[in-house]
């Protein structure tokens, strides 16, 4: 998982509640992505970040915002406009877009 | 369409053997290719990144190859361990810097 923390590794929510996952990045990396996972699907793109402050959608960002205002970290809130949430996340890094990804070790979420 | 596809879904063999994955793709414009291992309930990890120019990559026990011109990859395990039970994804990126990500095919070692 090299030096990419994701917490916690589990976590409920009651539906209409706003949650938020963290990640956070030792490895001096300017870009961070969050993607989802579901079973039987690869990887989709949430948000990314290519420097602090910046952020861009990725394939499904709907119901989903980020912040980066540290290099280090990048948080991610599922709103409870987000309307199937149940997922695992998974936070990644690289040292530019153009490089391969490092990622941690995913947080399950699970609304009920 | 950019699409990344892999073969088979999923793979069952005995300890010690041998096993070959593949990863054909439709990405255009292609930049790298990448394979990562990701653990039941962990983050992938990266095995292998090649580029245009590169055929062939090895990593301890692992091999992936790339023919750019057929747009296929294949990912070879030698003499399997129980360790190398997981989920295998093959990640096509383009050089605008668009990642596609396969589905993976779960390998399953058995004793």
């Known amino acids: 998982d090299g030096g990419i923390t994701q917490s916690p590794k589990y976590l409920f929510r009651k539906e209409g509640q706003n949650v938020t996952l963290s990640c956070e990045q030792n490895l001096n990396h300017d870009a961070m992505y969050w993607y989802r996972q579901d079973p039987g699907q690869g990887l989709r793109l949430i948000y990314y970040?290519?420097?602090?402050?910046?952020?861009q959608k990725g394939d499904i960002a709907e119901g989903y915002s980020v912040s980066r205002e540290k290099k280090e970290s990048f948080p991610l809130t599922v709103t409870s406009a987000q309307k199937n949430p149940t997922a695992f996340y998974l936070c990644?890094?690289?040292?530019?877009?153009?490089?391969?990804?490092?990622f941690g070790p995913g947080t399950r979420l699970t609304v009920t | 369409k950019n699409q990344v596809e892999q073969s088979p879904q999923s793979l069952i063999i005995l300890e010690g053997k041998n096993c070959t994955l593949q990863?054909?793709?439709?990405?255009?414009?292609?930049?790298?290719l990448r394979w990562y291992k990701q653990d039941t309930g962990r983050g992938p990890v990266s095995l292998t990144i090649?580029?245009?120019?590169?055929n062939t990559k090895s990593n301890g026990r692992y091999t992936a190859t790339l023919d750019a011109d057929t747009k296929q990859s294949s990912l070879h395990i030698t003499a399997s361990q129980l360790s190398d039970s997981a989920s295998y994804i093959c990640v096509v990126a383009r050089r605008d810097d668009k990642i596609i990500f396969g589905k993976g095919t779960r390998l399953h070692i058995l004793p």
């Open positions: 970040s290519q420097i602090v402050n910046d952020f």
């Open positions: 090649m580029t245009f120019s590169e």
């Open positions: 990644a890094s690289s040292m530019t877009r153009y490089y391969e990804q490092y």
């Open positions: 990863c054909n793709y439709t990405v255009s414009p292609f930049s790298n």
